[in-house]
């Protein structure tokens, strides 16, 4: 099947689509395989993320509607500020909500899952590379992507 060039995906959307996927695979790897659990700003960050896919979904859907393409790198750059905050409380570089953990409470027995159920904290960070933790991680990869995708609209065969 030939498309023309102005129905083809572009970068910018394929950028909308593929990275949020990735970074919630991420999420959901660390979460289900390696058992870091998360807390209640991890989640925080998730969310725009399902929006942004959703958005890029629409742009596809609408062949290649640059409006949705925006939408959805806005939510990839929310993610990224909400990753920026949750990493500087993780640092100590400010006090985060004080009611942030979550009790991950399991399937069978409430109270068995209660008594043996990690407490997940918003403040200690479960896992770092070269000192720089998931929510940090979050950050860069997000910010990073969103900026690209605004550069990428902001070409004129785009």
């Known amino acids: 099947m030939n498309m023309n060039s102005s129905k083809r995906p572009s970068a910018a959307l394929w950028l909308a689509l593929i990275a949020p996927t990735v970074l919630l695979g991420g999420a959901y790897v660390s979460q289900y395989v390696f058992g870091l659990y998360p807390c209640e700003m991890c989640m925080w960050q998730r969310y725009p993320h399902f929006a942004a896919i959703a958005f ?4 596809l859907a609408a062949g290649r509607s640059r409006m949705w393409i925006a939408l959805a790198a806005l939510a990839i750059l929310i993610s ?3 990753g920026a905050y949750h ?10 909500i004080t009611t942030c953990s979550i009790l991950d409470l399991g ?5 068995e899952a209660i008594m043996n159920a990690p407490l ?36 004129k065969d785009t």
């Open 120 to 155: 997940v904290r918003c403040d200690v960070a479960p896992w770092t590379l070269m000192g720089i933790s998931l929510a940090g991680f979050n950050f860069l990869i997000s910010t990073g992507v969103a900026a690209a995708i605004f550069a990428l609209l902001r070409r």
């Open 87 to 96: 990493a500087g409380v993780e640092y100590g570089w400010w006090e985060g």
């Open 107 to 111: 399937d069978g027995d409430p109270l």
């Open 56 to 59: 890029a979904l629409f742009a």
């Open 80 to 82: 990224g500020l909400i």
